[in-house]
């Protein structure tokens, strides 16, 4: 009888070793995101800041594994949108993102968005965009700045709004005096102009046009509502238990 049980319990273990080693070998998820210093860098072992060490550990408690590649903002919003990547980080939801992504509950980043300028424009942002009208705006093409920001330029306050790939380039414009101002992050544009030795040339010019919140979003694949659902999960509870905090603070000034 022992015999006949071992050899029944052998007989399941085989039924549904498969099953669990597929469990195990998931594939690891393609997320995409672009340079984004401090908060999302690469160098040559790969990327690194304070967003991607959180990107990593909720995932790792979510036991899936994860690559992170690099895009041109445009190209890495095309990938999740045609379902070749799975998620993508930071970004802001839209009605035109939340057709093709899923957006968890529990946000990733918060920071505030300002204008920056030549300290010797002859602009000045006084909390009202028509103070700003004329000015030659750098944005990055296909990004979000807050709903505040996003209404205004769709209405035309703005005469001239100059859209390019990346943020190094708005920034190397405003330096070269080709655009007037640039809206970016505070600690991100800081972080270029330091990079390019224009700090000493720039400032940010009055006071925050908002403070907003940036999302991990998911591409609307099979499994991803599942997946955003454990995301929100983790993420809540690292916030309740000070995880989240400790990781935010690794890169604090």
């Known amino acids: 009888m ?8 052998l007989a399941v273990v085989c039924l549904f070793a498969p099953f669990a080693a597929n469990a195990e ?19 040559a072992n790969g990327a690194k800041g304070v967003v991607v060490d959180l990107v990593r550990e909720v995932f790792a ?3 899936r594994q994860i690559n992170i590649e690099f895009y041109p903002w445009v190209r890495a919003t095309a990938l ?8 993508i980080f930071t970004i802001k939801p839209t009605p035109q993102r939340e057709a093709y992504m899923i957006f968890p509950r529990e946000s990733i980043l918060a920071q505030d968005y300002v204008f920056f300028i030549r300290k010797d424009s002859p602009y000045r942002f006084n909390g009202d965009f028509q103070s700003l009208a004329t000015a030659r705006i750098g944005v990055v093409l296909h990004t979000s700045y807050s709903s505040r ?4 330029a769709a209405q035309g306050v703005f005469n001239r709004i100059d859209a390019a790939s990346s943020y190094e380039l708005n920034f190397r414009m405003l330096l070269a005096h080709r ?3 640039v809206i970016c992050s505070r600690l991100v544009g800081w972080q270029y102009l330091v ?3 224009g700090a000493d040339q720039a400032m940010v010019s009055g006071p925050p046009v908002e403070t907003t919140v940036s999302y991990l979003a998911f591409s609307r694949k099979p499994g991803a509502e599942q997946l955003a659902a454990q995301f929100d999960q983790i993420v809540a509870k690292m916030k309740a238990d000070g995880s989240f905090a400790d990781i935010m603070q690794r890169y604090s000034r």
């Open 80 to 87: 999740v949108e045609a379902g070749v990547a799975d998620a």
């Open 25 to 43: 070998q998931q594939p690891p998820l393609r997320l995409v995101t672009l340079d984004y210093p401090p908060y999302i860098m690469q160098d």
């Open 149 to 152: 920001f996003d209404t205004a």
């Open 179 to 181: 655009v007037d101002a």
């Open 195 to 197: 990079g390019m030795q």
């Open 2 to 9: 022992s015999w006949l049980c071992r050899l029944m319990q």
């Open 61 to 63: 408690r979510m036991n």
